[in-house]
């Protein structure tokens, strides 16, 4: 079992690597460079955008949109890891700005994890589909495996009924054949050897013709 477990898990593709195609799409079609902040600007208005977003990523993750939840995750985590910390008052001593700055970097982690977690169902997703498509194409190959087979026997049948009716001919014309080659050789030998009962035959005076009997009978009696 131990052996098995760790075959199994060095089987077990890279985090993110099922999905990469499905989410480098997203980024493409969706994310935007991290914006630079003005420092004119007042940071805590920053932060207030901040927290807009991160409700925007919660909201999307509670419907189960894990595309969009992707892209705004990304686009927090970004926001507060690259745009803010370039802000001057990012590391103002303010105390107010301090305990801004604080669940800022503690909503960033959170929402990191989350991406990370959405990614793991992503590859999962992906996996699914991966082989719900190799079930569909294996499927597929057996029933034009089965077809083909079919085809053949078929072929082999009506393959079988020619050969079995052509024989039958070929029989006939060999029937045919041989009694005409008998009735052949018994006409050859009656030619050879007459029946001896015809020149008996020819002895025998034939019959008077009928017409001159019937022309006695008119005569009239002596």
Not at 154 to 166: D, G, I, W, Y
């Amino acid at each position: 079992p131990g052996n098995a477990s760790g075959k199994y898990f060095s089987n077990k593709p890279p985090l993110g690597e099922p999905s990469k195609a499905r989410r480098e799409s997203l980024k493409k079609h969706n994310e935007k460079a991290p914006i630079t902040l003005q420092n004119l600007c007042p940071i805590h208005k920053y932060y207030a955008a901040a927290d807009v977003v991160l409700e925007q990523f919660k909201k999307l993750l509670k419907e189960g949109d894990l595309d969009g939840a992707y892209i705004i995750g990304r686009r927090f985590a970004l926001f507060s890891t690259v745009s803010l910390p370039g802000h001057d008052y990012y590391t103002s001593p303010n105390p107010d700005l301090i305990k801004l700055r604080l669940k800022n970097q503690k909503d960033a982690q959170w929402v990191t994890t989350g991406v990370e977690r959405i990614v793991q169902v992503m590859d999962n997703e992906e996996i699914q589909k991966q082989n719900a498509e190799l079930e569909r194409i294996r499927k597929q190959r057996e029933e034009q495996e089965r077809e083909k087979m079919e085809w053949e026997e078929k072929m082999k049948q009506r393959l079988t009924a020619v050969e079995s009716s052509s024989g039958s001919e070929r029989l006939n014309v060999n029937s045919d054949g041989e009694e005409k080659d008998l009735l052949s050789k018994l006409a050859s030998l009656n030619a050879l050897f007459p029946r001896e009962d015809a020149d008996e035959e020819e002895l025998i005076p034939s019959a008077p013709p009928q017409h001159d009997i019937e022309q006695n009978e008119e005569l009239p009696p002596l």
